[in-house]
């Protein structure tokens, strides 16, 4: 009987959870980013400052901009030449879908003329003393001493000046009227008193802060209580600033500032920490009242809505007794997603503290799980461990990948005995990010050092690392470089080899027979390193291992994608797991034998091929020939067959009973011994197409449980050879 190659088994992974996000729009648009669109920034002279006349400005210097989605920001720019300049910044029109960003510096102007600064025309600041503080007798005197000043071109703010003595003293700043076309500027510090007298320090009349309990907070209450408690206070002669203290407990607690009246000729000074209070109460926390914060999908995004689906989740909440502050998430995809804070309205005699964190959206948009998008982790070598080169090279592995919505949390170097420095990098999605959940953290690059095409070993007798041009000698156990011919085909390890490194030459294509026989003669081995061997290179991988006694192998990270040839890839070896489920097996051709004997000791009943393309396979002889049937439990049913042309001995001596009606065997040509002694085996096949098929000698040879009726209709003659 021949001998057959058993069929390897991929194991779904478990589905991930699909975390709901959202849009910012009901669908997705891409706007233009101003910046790209308002080139020429400079207007040069324009007739006026009106918004049209700067719109079609805009308009004329920048063609293709449409100026029914901007909206203008226009502002004089004050200058000593050209006063009548002005600056804009452009801004989409609410809701725009057209454009997006913010342009600013956009510059024009109406006219040209010449302004004096103010510093240079007030050369004299001080007034000494004066009648009054009334502006016209300020300008005179302003006048008297800086005789070129026009002072109808000016305006003035005077502010007394507070002290012990002289608090009828003034300072004067002087400005250019508004559009003033005389002057520029600002003058400060220009001074004047009217009369001298001396003024006691509030601090020395309030001794009494405490004012206890009052009726109420309105500001006669309070200057009574003042006064009771300070006799000496002329409370006429003092104003009060009354400020609640928000608070959990006796949030009716006042705060009152005390200052003298204006120009008052009593007081000075002010005086703070005076404290009152009204009634004693108690506020909830809104932390203790907002228990359910994802608001999930709402109809919109206006205050009452909100406020009506934080009510209807948190059923004890007075919304009448908060406000929100709702924000748009912004990302790049526009989804309409929100985040809320929630706050007691001013003055809340029920809340008290703030929440954020309160989510909702109004669309619903899919994210993807990161473990689904990186597949390809193993990075290879790269130049440098620099964020933006790794985030490069997941690009380059991964086209679909969008960097820009994920991030690196760590990346972790370890230096082996023989081998350069490797790496491992874990990434993560941003937060709030609209296309991406979850994290991938078995990401590997390295800087290789070996650059030539020699085995290196470490030498079993002397511990040194040696090197040959072909397979390391027998008894060596510790491979440091794999080495490779000049066909690009890897040199075979030696049965003794227990370790192998975490990294194979991109220049090598063939890695078949490579571990064949390795560990045969003792006991199971284990090879992490290979796990991160970059294979996208590897086109022939059969044999590979071939009869190997190597246990927990996690393929998961090799890529396939490049593969043709895993004939005997696998044949009698016990360490098969769910690693292979996401290979990509859409380029091999022939997978005969690949499974024969295998799977004795590695029972998993979740191992599963649904994955695996075999649309181009043609030859599939011997394929799962004495494998244990648990192999072909999961995803053999749906297998693109439409190619293959040899199923000789295929499941022969594998007693599996899986429906495979739905193949497509209009190619093939032998299906000799194909369910050979597959003793359980009941499914329908009356419906293959098998007029191809010209060998099927012995192919239903003890099935005793296979109905006739439902056994292939062969029109072929019998051919027994």
Known sequence: MKKLLVFFACLSLTANLIILAVSCSKETIHLEDLDSVILNKNLNKLEGNDEQTVKNALSKENPTLDISEIKLTIAAVSKNVETKNYTVTVEPIDNSNVYSGKVHDITFYTETIHIQDLDSVILNKNLNKLEGNDEQTVKNALSKENPTLDISEIKLTIAAVSKNVETKNYTVTVEPIDNSNVYSGKVHDITFYTETINLQDLDNVILNKNLNKLEDNDEQTVKNALSKENPTLDISEIKLTIA???????????????????????????????????????????????????????????????????????????????????????????????????????????????????????????????????????????????????????????????????????????????????????????????????????????????????????????????????????????????????????????????????????????????????????????????????????????????????????????DTSNVINMRLMFYNVDFLNNSFSNWNTSKVKDMSYMFQRSGKFSHNESFCFLKWDTSNVVNMEGMFLEAFPWLLNNGISNWKTHNVENMDSMFANTNFNVDISRWVTSKVTNMSFMFYNCSSFNFNLSEWDVDNVDKHDNYDTGTSQWSPAYKPNFKQKLCTQ
């Open 244 to 558: 609640a203290v928000s608070k959990n407990v006796e949030t009716k607690n006042y705060t009152v500032t005390v200052e003298p009246i204006d120009n008052s000729n009593v007081y000075s000074g002010k005086v703070h920490d005076i404290t009152f209070y009204t009634e004693t109460i108690n506020l909830q926390d809104l932390d203790n009242v907002i228990l359910n914060k994802n608001l999930n999908k709402l109809e919109d995004n206006d205050e009452q809505t909100v406020k009506n689906a934080l009510s209807k989740e948190n059923p004890t909440l007075d919304i009448s007794e908060i406000k929100l502050t709702i924000a748009a998430v912004s990302k790049n995809v526009e989804t309409k997603n929100y985040t809320v804070t929630v706050e007691p309205i001013d003055n809340s005699n029920v809340y008290s503290g703030k929440v954020e964190g309160i989510v909702f959206y109004t669309e619903k948009i899919s994210r993807q799980n990161l473990s689904n998008v990186v597949l390809r982790k193993n990075l290879s070598k790269i130049k440098n461990n620099e964020f933006d080169t790794i985030l490069l090279a997941l690009k380059n592995k991964n086209e679909e990948l969008v960097t820009e919505e994920i991030k690196i949390d760590n990346v972790q170097g370890w230096q082996t005995n023989y081998e350069s420095k490797k790496y491992k990098v874990i990434i993560s999605a941003i937060p709030n990010s609209n296309l991406y959940f979850g994290k991938v953290e078995e990401i590997y690059f390295w800087n290789e050092t070996y650059v030539d095409n020699l085995t290196y070993y470490v030498d079993k007798n002397t511990l040194d690392e040696k090197s040959i041009d072909g397979s390391a000698p027998d008894g060596t156990n510790k491979i440091t470089h794999i080495g490779y011919s000049s066909d690009k085909q890897a040199y075979k390890l030696p049965k003794s080899t227990i370790y192998v490194p975490d990294v194979i030459s991109p220049e090598i294509t063939n890695i078949s027979s490579l571990f064949e026989n390795v560990g045969n003669s003792g006991d199971q081995l284990t090879f992490p390193g290979i796990s991160y061997w970059e294979t996208s290179n590897i086109i022939d991988m059969s044999n590979l291992f071939n009869n190997a006694r190597i246990k927990d192998v996690n393929f998961s990270n090799w």
